[in-house]
């Protein structure tokens, strides 16, 4: 709550403050709990490998640079022509040209298995990665018309792909039978923390970055171009911590 709503109440804000400090104290108290009960919900020794700790750590950053791409170029989209770099498309015909990325997503699935069972899913993951990254690249450079955004998130749909359809692999290659499914669903909480990041972080990115059009006050383009650099140097970030997975897990 304090990270996702903190742009909208104010990061030194009373209440922001106190959910983040009360976080950390359930957080701590939780993580105690964990360590002395005789069959904890997630074995945090477990989770401390190396495999399984830097897996979690890409996962909260490709889930960041995942949805920081899906909240830029939607507004871009759809912000009027009147601002110089908005599409002036409603929503209906952004959520069109944004349907192959989705679409793309789910074919290179059969792609991603087949890379995991040939080089392993280390190399799946950094392979997603640094397409993500390619992706956010192809945005700062077509994002003046709708077509090249369509592009761009399909791109950056397929290295999300192929990094999400990894990272269970890879867990699942590091911890025991039995502790699968809570090591899993630990790992999709660290891509939600990515997102919930993200969300934060574009947010503020593109309040402080702003133009006047027409009495209102909209994101500018050079904070559209800044929150774009920001989630692929993330995807880079990304990519550098699987380098650091171990080779065994290739």
Same mark, same amino acid.
């Given at each position: 709550?304090?990270?996702?709503?903190?742009?909208?109440? #104010?990061?030194?804000?009373?209440?922001?403050?106190?959910?983040?400090?009360?976080?950390?104290?359930?957080?701590?108290?939780?993580?105690?709990?964990?360590?002395?009960?005789?069959?904890?919900?997630?074995?945090?020794?477990?989770?401390?490998?190396?495999?399984?700790?830097?897996?979690?750590?890409?996962?909260?950053?490709?889930?960041?640079?995942?949805?920081?791409?899906?909240?830029?170029?939607?507004?871009?989209?759809?912000?009027?022509?009147?601002?110089?770099?908005?599409?002036?498309?409603?929503?209906?015909?952004?959520?069109?040209?944004?349907?192959?990325?989705?679409?793309?997503?789910?074919?290179?699935?059969?792609?991603?298995?087949?890379?995991?069972?040939?080089?392993?899913?280390?190399?799946?993951?950094?392979?997603?990665?640094?397409?993500?990254?390619?992706?956010?690249?192809?945005?700062?450079?077509?994002?003046?018309?709708?077509?090249?955004?369509?592009?761009? #998130?399909?791109?950056?749909?397929?290295?999300?792909?192929?990094?999400?359809?990894?990272?269970?692999?890879?867990?699942?290659?590091?911890?025991?039978?039995?502790?699968?499914?809570?090591?899993?669903?630990?790992?999709?909480?660290?891509?939600?923390?990515?997102?919930?990041?993200?969300?934060?972080?574009?947010?503020?990115?593109?309040?402080?970055?702003?133009?006047?059009?027409?009495?209102?006050?909209?994101?500018?383009?050079?904070?559209?171009?800044?929150?774009?650099?920001?989630?692929?140097?993330?995807?880079?970030?990304?990519?550098?911590?699987?380098?650091?997975?171990?080779?065994?897990?290739?």
């Amino acid at each position: 709550m304090g990270v996702s709503k903190g742009a909208e109440w #104010g990061w030194t804000s009373g209440t922001t403050l106190g959910l983040l400090g009360a976080a950390v104290v359930v957080l701590l108290l939780w993580g105690l709990w964990e360590l002395r009960v005789r069959d904890p919900l997630v074995d945090l020794r477990t989770t401390a490998r190396p495999q399984v700790l830097l897996t979690n750590v890409a996962s909260v950053l490709v889930g960041f640079a995942m949805y920081a791409q899906s909240l830029v170029v939607m507004q871009i989209l759809q912000l009027p022509e009147a601002t110089g770099y908005g599409l002036g498309q409603s929503m209906l015909t952004a959520g069109l040209w944004l349907a192959p990325s989705g679409l793309m997503m789910m074919a290179v699935s059969g792609l991603g298995a087949r890379l995991s069972a040939a080089r392993g899913p280390r190399t799946s993951l950094f392979a997603g990665a640094l397409v993500i990254a390619v992706g956010y690249g192809s945005a700062f450079a077509l994002m003046g018309a709708p077509w090249g955004l369509m592009v761009a #998130g399909s791109v950056g749909s397929i290295g999300v792909g192929l990094a999400y359809g990894a990272m269970p692999a890879l867990i699942m290659g590091a911890v025991p039978q039995r502790e699968t499914a809570s090591a899993n669903s630990f790992n999709t909480l660290m891509r939600s923390i990515g997102t919930s990041v993200s969300a934060a972080v574009v947010g503020v990115i593109l309040s402080q970055m702003t133009v006047t059009v027409g009495g209102h006050v909209l994101p500018s383009e050079s904070g559209f171009r800044t929150a774009l650099l920001v989630g692929c140097g993330v995807a880079l970030v990304a990519a550098l911590v699987t380098l650091a997975l171990p080779r065994r897990a290739a």
